[in-house]
């Protein structure tokens, strides 16, 4: 697969001839990250799919309108982080959740996740992190386990750094208390 | 003096000496996805961009199924059509169980029958139920919006109103041809 810098790609889709091409270069080179990202909030692998698949959709309707002031990966992952928030936001009223439930529903559903491969460790950990309020949880996921700078997701959160150092250094000792204590 | 901004930072940077549990846990990604879904995944979303349409219906349609009101919807629709049944249905047995209409044909044998029973103590007058008002001919202009009126429509002229609260009196036509055999109104009887 060629590798297309993030210019290249906008400027192939921009041209008009080969849009759908570029596009779908664009989806290959991000579609692990936005996936994966989408995955942690979400837990369940059908909804991930269903929430990928609409955050791709609106990228493409959007695509010209993007100004590059930002790069195209903190755009797309603040689309995805929207997305996936939206959906937890309707499954909750949808069925009148109240919001601990969601976060209940989202347990029950690593519990029973067919496309879960982890240990006994890796699943008590996951558990811990869904007790965690929602924005801080995404704060945790972004910064332990994609590794993302705190100015970049600044950006994707719209949150200044200090909050978001704050909410990780929060989140981190939540996590250890919950599991030293069980 | 560790600033508030150092102590935030070790979360980042001391992770194995503040959070050991954790740190020990790894940030392996514990998830999988079927086979070859980051495969067809592009091609998928392509088309679908290509074919908005078909995708807001099918989209639309993925929810109502999904929506997890589809059964409980449907369940009330059926209760509700086979309660309107039920209702129906007894409303009907009701004006069938309802008592007949009294004209006021001077000449019937009906009324004289009646009278009779008037004046032997047998039945009081308060016991007749008017009919509605204008009522003449009985199979044209009556609205059958209650249950005696109803009856009116569907009787001949040559039928007893009753009132249909406790104090039924229910005169049959034996009851008519008998009292005009006992009181020897024979042209009555033949006119009857």
Known sequence: ?182 | MKTKKNIFEDAEDNLNKIAPKLFSSGNDIPFDVPENYFDSLPAIIVEKCSNPAKTRLAGKFKAVLNSGFLIPAAVSIAVLIIAFMIYHASNVKTSNRQTMAYTESNSSAEVLYVDSLIDNGEMDESMLVETAAGIDDTSKNVKPNSSIEKNIAELNKSTVILNDSTNKVIITDDDIINYLLDNDDADDIINY
Do not use: C
Not at chain 1, 25 to 42: D, G, P, S, T
Not at chain 1, 72 to 98: C, D, G, H, M, V
Not at chain 1, 128 to 156: C, H, T, W
């Open chain 1, 1 to 182: 697969m060629e590798h297309y810098s993030d210019k290249e790609l906008l400027e192939l889709f921009h041209k008009g001839d080969n849009r759908n091409y570029a596009f779908n270069l664009l989806i290959q080179k991000y579609q692990k990250q936005v996936y994966w990202h989408i995955r942690r909030i979400i837990i369940d692998h059908d909804d991930t799919n269903d929430v990928t698949q609409n955050t791709f959709i609106k990228v493409f309707h959007n695509l010209e309108k993007f100004r590059e002031d930002s790069q195209l990966f903190t755009w797309l992952y603040r689309i995805a982080t929207n997305e996936s928030l939206n959906f937890l936001k309707q499954k909750r009223t949808k069925f009148f959740l109240p919001l601990a439930d969601v976060e209940h529903q989202l347990a029950n559903s690593l519990q029973s996740d067919h496309y879960f491969k982890g240990d006994a460790i890796q699943k008590k950990l996951q558990m811990a992190i869904l007790k965690l309020p929602e924005k801080q949880r995404i704060v945790f996921n972004m910064k332990y386990f994609e590794g993302i700078k705190y100015e970049d997701m600044s950006k994707i959160l719209d949150t200044s750094v200090g909050a978001l150092k704050a909410s990780y250094h929060i989140a981190v000792k939540k996590i250890e208390k919950i599991l030293t204590d069980n």
